[in-house]
């Protein structure tokens, strides 16, 4: 006799009908909520139009290639870190371990709504946060080879409130497998561990780069999913979903765009719109995306 019970991996496929008319139907709609509610993510498979995907993955090609040529430019402070701005593209970007994380200008092809304010992905964050969040950040999700496996993690202040502090919506530019550095997420409920009863048994969440070998035998005890994500996918996490990057064994960088939402009333000392966009880009936004961009002009 069995003792336990694997749970399946259950995603949301998207079809042409609902992709064309940029809602899920309810039942589709039902699922992918309550996936998203319970364990802290929920794939969208076919979510994005493939002539979108394909112009943003050629052009951050080109991001990527000038940030690299700008290794020894202009910095910025940010959040503690050092970054660097590139020559052509303007792109602020840092890199740690192999990992790159860079702030594209949110011109063409990047300000496509579907990118921005993808309406499946928004129907599903709309839900759960209303209509009290904005765009903190758009940046990359960059792995090459020879990134260390990170430690298991929890981002943006984790485990404060019930409620959900935002949502990161992860779009790859090309496909993401198992070989490359997939996105490993541990979807048991992660998202809910409450941050004052962790710290007060020892536990630190927030180590990425380093061992953390508390944390990391503690998430071990749960089952985990290294996530494929093919062109036009989309993954949505709570960012106090516990995951981690991975290696990539091959020669490509793999990139995601990491699109983060969050509550208006909150704050995080990462990532700020003025990396993306100016008052002059802000104005070239679509109007339906404009709104969730508003608190640049605050800044400027």
Same mark, same amino acid.
């Given at each position: 006799m069995h003792t336990e019970t694997p749970g399946q991996d259950v995603d949301v496929v998207v079809s042409p009908a609902e992709l $064309?008319?940029?809602?899920?139907?309810?039942?589709? $709609?039902? =699922?992918?909520?309550? +996936? +998203?509610?319970?364990?802290?993510? #929920?794939?969208?498979?076919? $979510? =994005?139009?493939?002539? #979108? #995907?394909?112009?943003?993955?050629? $052009?951050?090609?080109? #991001?990527?290639?000038d940030c690299v040529a700008s290794g020894d430019g202009e910095t910025l402070e940010m959040a503690g870190i050092t970054c660097r701005v590139g020559r052509e593209s303007r792109a602020v970007f840092w890199e740690r371990n192999h990992r790159w994380r860079i702030f594209p200008r949110l011109a063409a092809p990047f300000d496509s709504p579907w990118l921005l304010a993808n309406p499946l992905a928004m129907g599903l964050i709309r839900g759960a946060l209303r209509d009290d969040f904005h765009c903190k950040f758009v940046s990359s999700d960059t792995c090459l080879a020879g990134a260390a496996i990170q430690s298991p993690h929890r981002e943006l202040d984790p485990g404060l409130s019930w409620e959900p502090r935002g949502y990161i919506v992860n779009i790859p530019l090309h496909r993401c497998g198992l070989d490359n550095g997939p996105l490993e997420v541990w979807p048991c409920g992660s998202h809910l561990w409450r941050d004052d009863v962790l710290r007060g048994l020892g536990y630190d969440d927030t180590v990425q780069d380093g061992r953390n070998p508390d944390f990391e035998a503690l998430a071990a005890m749960f089952p985990s999913r290294r996530v494929v994500l093919e062109p036009g996918d989309l993954l949505i996490r709570d960012p106090a979903l516990m995951h981690r990057g991975t290696v990539n064994h091959t020669d490509r960088p793999r990139t995601m765009l990491a699109i983060c939402y969050f509550r208006d009333r909150l704050t995080h000392n990462y990532g700020q719109l003025d990396l993306n966009l100016d008052r002059d880009l802000h104005e070239r936004l679509a109007p339906e995306v404009r709104p969730l961009f508003d608190r640049v002009l605050q800044a400027a």
């Open positions: $064309a008319a940029g809602a899920l139907a309810p039942e589709q $709609a039902r =699922l992918a909520t309550l +996936l +998203l509610h319970t364990r802290g993510c #929920v794939i969208l498979r076919g $979510a =994005l139009p493939s002539t #979108v #995907v394909n112009a943003a993955d050629a $052009a951050f090609d080109r #991001v990527f290639a």
